[in-house]
């Protein structure tokens, strides 16, 4: 799925992140959602690497990157650990200063990183998703009914795990096929990727970590960098027909944490990367071809 990229397997601190690597120019580090993988920007990554240096990682707990185990406060899973895993990742491939394009859980992994690192950051594309904190402090019955799964994976282990693994591949073909998308969208050999890793139990475990320290540790960190403003030049793109364009104002919202934000919709649910590729690839494209990097590697 990506032709000319190299695949990477890189020890950070104490786990190993999975990648690929193609293109040549300003870095661009690419984060997946769940329950997903870096295959979900097979049909954008190619596109990007003919002006860029992409890097399409699997997040920890993810795909074929290290699965830690976790402890009480599920601090192992938190979105600052995972941020600090992928800047460590792309210094040991020598880039130090880079794009992020981030989706779904990736995306507040990279809200994290621009927090915790805006050094590193040039810029950033944060798609379909809203403030962890915001979306917890503002839960309605309808946000609730619709993020039913935020509720389900934070229940104490192994419940949601015992209740998910015995049907991985039906459970993980329902989820694709909802937050205003269809699973007919996704490709062939996408699919098989995704079912080959969400039939690991232990990718399961870890997603509900990583659900798990959203709803504690991750809104701590979110509390004590509240008055923290994103002033990198972030551009949120979310699906017309998705929970976040359905049910709120993505761009006064992140006007809210972030000093300078532009974006648009696309006509599309969650999964827009995939649902309309191309209109998502110009988008991006266009957002990071106007930025001036002052150094990528």
């Known amino acids: ?31 997946h959602g769940a329950p997903q993988t870096h295959a979900m920007w097979h049909k ?32 192992e899973y938190s979105f600052r650990a995972m941020a600090l895993d992928q800047v460590r990742l792309m210094s040991a491939l020598d880039h130090e ?19 915790d690192h805006p050094e590193r950051v040039f810029g950033a594309s944060i798609l379909d998703v809203l403030p962890t904190e915001y979306n917890y402090s503002h839960v309605t019955r309808e946000l609730a ?17 015992d209740l998910i693994t015995p049907a991985a591949v039906k459970f993980l073909h329902h989820v694709l096929n909802s937050f205003g998308s269809s699973s007919s969208v996704f490709a062939p050999e996408a699919m098989a990727e995704y079912e080959r890793c969400f039939s690991d139990p232990q990718m399961i475990h870890a997603m509900c970590e990583d659900y798990r320290a959203a709803a504690s540790i991750d809104l701590e960190h979110d509390r004590e960098s ?16 998705g929970v976040v364009g359905q049910l709120f104002d993505p761009l006064a919202v992140w006007r809210e944490y972030a000093s300078d934000v532009r974006g648009s919709s696309v006509d599309a649910g969650h999964f827009l990367a995939e649902q309309q590729p191309d209109q998502t690839f110009e988008l991006l494209n266009d957002f990071l071809s106007s930025l001036t990097p002052k150094a990528s590697h």
């Open 1 to 31: 799925m990506f032709e000319g990229f190299e695949e990477h397997n890189i020890r950070v601190g104490d786990v190993d992140i999975a990648c690929v690597v193609g293109g040549t120019g300003p870095a661009v580090l690419m984060l």
């Open 97 to 115: 200063r880079f794009a992020v394009v981030a989706h779904d859980r990736g995306a507040r992994v990279a809200h994290r990183l621009l927090l």
């Open 145 to 161: 009914t619709a993020y039913w799964h935020w509720f389900a994976f934070i229940q104490p282990a192994p419940l949601p795990e």
């Open 226 to 241: 509240r008055d923290q403003r994103v002033e990198c030049p972030l551009q949120i793109i979310w699906g017309s027909a």
């Open 44 to 75: 954008i990554a190619p596109n990007l690497a003919r002006s860029f240096t992409v890097v399409a990682a699997d997040l920890r707990g993810y795909g074929d990157s290290s699965k830690p185990t976790s402890g009480a406060d599920h601090a």
